[in-house]
């Protein structure tokens, strides 16, 4: 049964790091792209970043230049480093899995973690 867990979210201070894992069970990761969701309180959900199995990115305008998106095969997990965070990056962020990456505006992934909550205020 292929799951994706989510960990690394918690508190932060505006302009301070996190990093957040994203580990694929059930099938191999190396098949396979990932995206980062996430949804604020009160908001849609909105796609963060994306990465094919072949390590093409992509990455929503509002946090270009500042998160980095990468893939450790090995490990089965993605990973999400976020820097220079903003209050308005507080949200519950989500990967999923599908065959390809479809675009930031896409939400139609085949399955879905259960969310990391990331919270960033002073």
């Known amino acids: 049964q292929l799951q994706l867990a989510e960990s690394g979210g918690g508190w932060v201070q505006p302009g301070g790091s996190l990093r957040l894992s994203c580990v694929v069970s059930?099938?191999?990761?190396?098949?396979?792209?990932i995206g980062w969701i996430r949804q604020a309180p009160g908001k849609d959900r909105e796609g963060v970043s994306c990465i094919t199995s072949r390590n093409y990115t992509d990455y929503g305008d509002s946090v270009r230049g500042r998160f980095t998106i990468s893939r450790d095969n090995t490990k089965n997990t993605v990973y999400l480093q976020m820097n220079s965070l903003r209050p308005e990056d507080t949200a519950i962020y989500y990967c999923?899995?599908?065959?390809?990456?479809?675009?930031?505006?896409?939400?139609?992934?085949?399955?879905w973690g259960q969310g990391t909550q990331v919270t960033v205020s002073s």
């Open positions: 059930g099938a191999p990761l190396s098949t396979y792209a």
């Open positions: 999923a899995l599908d065959t390809l990456c479809y675009g930031t505006e896409y939400l139609g992934y085949d399955y």
